[in-house]
């Protein structure tokens, strides 16, 4: 079946330091990628997404690059933000339902 | 334009009761999702809808029911609550369904069971 697998939280940084946040999956067939940011009390928002291998999404300074030959998205970052701090999703939908990780919580400190 | 509006924002309940959740979906997307989001279970998806037709369903016991208006608009039903459905309930409309396309989510309503 299909599963997205992230790495556990929190990942705590300082503010300008670089951010890896891992995730892989396992689907049948070509699925398309997805990064979701969630804030404190609300929903989640889409972040970036890449739809077919070697494509890569980014948004507001994120980036995270589809890698069908390691089944991965990582979500990275090159400085970032106290205003980063959020829980993040790594979610693949193939023909139907989103499926989601279990969610990464980033905590960036001045 | 106006995003994915759920109502209520947050619901007390009592064991038993049941509840009835709203979603009205960004004007001009036709599908909704509800998913159900618990700190020991994550994000679980409990349905599709698709001009007013279920598409899709998760793995959630008959208690939890839903159904889509012509207007595209959702309502999702839990009856005889139990306290592991306390949850925040998050809501997703898309233009259509599948592929790469994008989901939109509401804030959610955070039913509390008791």
């Known amino acids: 079946g299909n599963s997205v697998t992230q790495m556990e939280g929190p990942v705590t940084l300082s503010e300008e330091a670089f951010l890896t946040i891992n995730c892989t999956y396992t689907?049948?067939?070509?699925?398309?990628l997805f990064w979701y940011v969630q804030y404190p009390g609300e929903g989640l928002q889409l972040l970036l997404k890449?739809?077919?291998?070697?494509d890569k999404g980014s948004n507001k300074g994120f980036e995270a690059t589809y890698r069908k030959e390691t089944t991965s998205f990582h979500l990275e970052k090159g400085s970032v933000q106290v205003s980063d701090s959020a829980v993040y999703f790594c979610?693949?939908?193939?023909?139907?339902?989103?499926?989601f990780g279990t969610g990464t919580r980033l905590q960036v400190f001045p | 334009k106006a995003g994915v509006t759920q109502t209520p924002r947050y619901l007390i309940k009592t064991r038993g009761q049941q509840v009835t959740l709203s979603c009205s979906p960004i004007?001009?997307?036709?599908?909704v999702s509800w998913y159900q989001q618990t700190p020991g279970q994550g994000l679980q998806f409990l349905f599709e809808?698709?001009?007013?037709?279920?598409?899709n369903k998760g793995n959630f016991p008959g208690r939890f029911s839903g159904r889509q208006f012509s207007n595209s608009r959702s309502e999702m039903n839990v009856s005889t609550l139990e306290l592991g459905d306390s949850a925040l309930y998050l809501c997703?409309?898309?233009?259509?369904?599948?592929?790469?396309?994008?989901?939109?989510f509401g804030q959610g309503t955070r039913l509390t069971v008791v």
């Open positions: 004007s001009g997307h036709r599908s």
């Open positions: 979610a693949l939908r193939n023909t139907d339902k989103l499926i």
């Open positions: 890449a739809t077919k291998a070697d």
């Open positions: 809808y698709f001009s007013e037709t279920q598409r």
């Open positions: 689907a049948t067939g070509y699925p398309s």
């Open positions: 997703a409309s898309s233009l259509v369904i599948g592929g790469d396309t994008e989901a939109f």
